[in-house]
């Protein structure tokens, strides 16, 4: 099994930064993908990014890109998520997830708690 943890939200004015860290243990090697997913009150979980372990293909949702980053860091098991020019559009709750999903969420099997990120306007 593979255990997730998120950290990194916050509240940010529009226009700021934040950077999300998701710190996995467990069976990592089982998991061919990182992936970040945010859900907004009343909306469905929706994608946002993900990462693949073995080379770093990387995919973003249209409304993030040029603005967020994913990356990982191999030694330390943890994928991060750099958001810039944040939106309040992009206040919601993140969750990272691992599998092989990429741009959906039912391949992914293992799941964090969330962490919550509001961009005031």
């Known amino acids: 099994q593979v255990q997730l943890v998120e950290s990194g939200g916050g509240l940010v004015q529009t226009g700021g930064s934040l950077r999300l860290s998701c710190a996995a243990s467990g069976r990592t090697f089982s998991q061919y993908a990182m992936g970040w997913f945010r859900q907004a009150p009343g909306k469905e979980r929706e994608f946002v990014a993900a990462?693949?372990?073995?080379?770093?293909?990387?995919w973003y949702a249209d409304s993030v890109k040029g603005r967020f980053t994913i990356s990982r860091d191999n030694a330390k098991n943890t994928v991060y998520l750099q958001m810039y020019s944040l939106k309040p559009e992009d206040t919601a709750v993140y969750y990272c997830?691992?599998?092989?999903?990429?741009?959906?969420?039912?391949?992914?099997?293992?799941w964090g708690q969330g962490t919550q990120v509001t961009v005031s306007s």
């Open positions: 997830a691992a599998g092989a999903g990429y741009r959906s969420s039912n391949g992914y099997g293992a």
């Open positions: 990462i693949r372990w073995s080379d770093d293909s990387t």
